[in-house]
């Protein structure tokens, strides 16, 4: 049986857009888009959590974190159920450069894997032809 997983996510703002990791799904190749960060270690503050993924991710420091809310998602991905416990805080990068850039690569360094990170504009996010998860996650930020 699965475990539930505890991820730790960052809402960052540039005027009316978001900092998205964009992905696509292996199952459809459609794109997805969902905020940054990761998964929580077992001692470790969520806080802490969303700190620390953002300086393995993109070496950058979030600061001033503050928690939104926490949410729920029971999900299909590459054929596999998932179940996340989310812990979204809106934070600001103390490091000007993504701030200046449309978007820019990342490594996740357990997989060793490259991602992609844009800024999106929070109507994109909100139509219904672009999927973004979780909405709600959007209706609990200030915008």
Request: net charge negative; proline share 5%.
């Amino acid at each position: 049986m699965p475990d539930i997983r505890v991820v730790a996510l960052g809402a960052v703002q540039r005027r009316n857009e978001l900092l998205v990791q964009e992905m696509e799904s292996p199952e459809t190749g459609d794109l997805f888009y969902r905020l940054l960060g990761g998964g929580v270690e077992c001692g470790e503050h969520s806080r802490e959590a969303v700190v620390r993924e953002f300086d393995e991710e993109l070496a950058v420091e979030l600061v001033n974190p503050t928690q939104i809310g926490t949410f729920e998602r029971v999900f299909s991905y590459d054929g596999e159920t998932g179940h996340e416990i989310w812990r979204v805080y809106e934070g600001q990068l103390r490091e000007a450069w993504p701030y200046e850039q449309e978007s820019f690569t990342f490594v996740e360094p357990e997989l060793g894997t490259e991602h992609l990170a844009r800024w999106m504009p929070v109507e994109r996010l909100q139509d219904d032809n672009t999927t973004f998860y979780a909405p709600e996650v959007l209706d609990a930020l200030e915008l």
